[in-house]
């Protein structure tokens, strides 16, 4: 085997998940969808924002390093009650998408994220 090869073979492959923790209503009467993530890879995985890594609506603050396994509260994401989405392209080349909505399930307490 080459050198290039067992490289290769090291890479990170496996799936990121994003995933919908809950979804707060606010006193403004939006939404805040608060996601996490499970990084199945052993090592953590870079992904920059763009094609492979998005939200509806759109945010510039989705996270760009995935670290091992689970990680809950990456994203915080405010929608008017529709529906919004965090969507996630991971090294195994297959995108993955979190949905959320006004009827998703709720987090503890109100007023825009999840309570202590």
Do not use: K
């Not at 989405?85 to 998703?104: E, M």
């Amino acid at each position: 085997m080459e050198d290039a090869d067992y490289l290769f073979s090291l890479a990170p492959h496996a799936p990121i998940y994003p995933v919908l923790e809950c979804v707060s209503h606010n006193y403004d009467g939006t939404y805040t969808a608060i996601f996490g993530y499970q990084n199945n890879n052993a090592e953590s995985v870079n992904i920059s924002a763009g094609n492979y890594n998005f939200t509806s609506p759109s945010s510039g603050n989705v996270p760009t390093t995935f670290n091992p396994g689970e990680n809950n509260y990456a994203l915080q994401l405010r929608f008017n009650g529709g529906y919004a989405f965090w969507t996630i392209q991971g090294p195994d080349g297959v995108s993955r998408t979190a949905l959320a909505s006004a009827a998703s399930a709720s987090c503890s307490g109100s007023g825009g994220g999840p309570s202590s």
